[in-house]
């Protein structure tokens, strides 16, 4: 049974940091290209980060900078390292996992920014 977990997430302040993680099972985690996405309310999901199976990095543009994804393939575990929060980072982060026509979401975890 595929799953992935995510936790980490929680009430910051602005100009504060977070260490999501996603912890997968069910799978061959290291051949699967994993990714973060967010949904803030009212909008729809969007690409956060993805880290190939090889270890290429991508970013959305609206977060280069801010964001490290990584992996430990030991761990099945996926990361994101998120830096200077803004209010505006503000939505459910979800954990993907992705393998040619095989997709996998995780059920989100919460992140807010708020003073």
């Known amino acids: 049974q595929v799953q992935l977990v995510e936790s980490g997430g929680g009430l910051v302040q602005p100009g504060g940091s977070l260490r999501l993680s996603c912890a997968a099972s069910?799978?061959?985690?290291?051949?699967?290209?994993m990714g973060w996405y967010r949904q803030a309310p009212g909008k729809e999901r969007e690409l956060v980060a993805t880290?190939?199976?090889?270890?290429?990095?991508n970013y959305a543009d609206s977060v280069k900078g801010r964001l490290t994804i990584s992996r430990d393939n030991a761990k099945n575990t996926v990361y994101l390292q998120i830096d200077s929060l803004k209010p505006e980072d503000t939505a459910v982060y979800y954990c993907?996992?992705?393998?040619?026509?095989?997709?996998?979401w995780g059920q989100g975890t919460q992140v807010t920014v708020s003073s």
């Open positions: 993907n996992a992705n393998l040619k026509t095989l997709n996998y």
């Open positions: 069910g799978f061959t985690f290291r051949l699967y290209r």
């Open positions: 880290i190939s199976a090889g270890e290429v990095t």
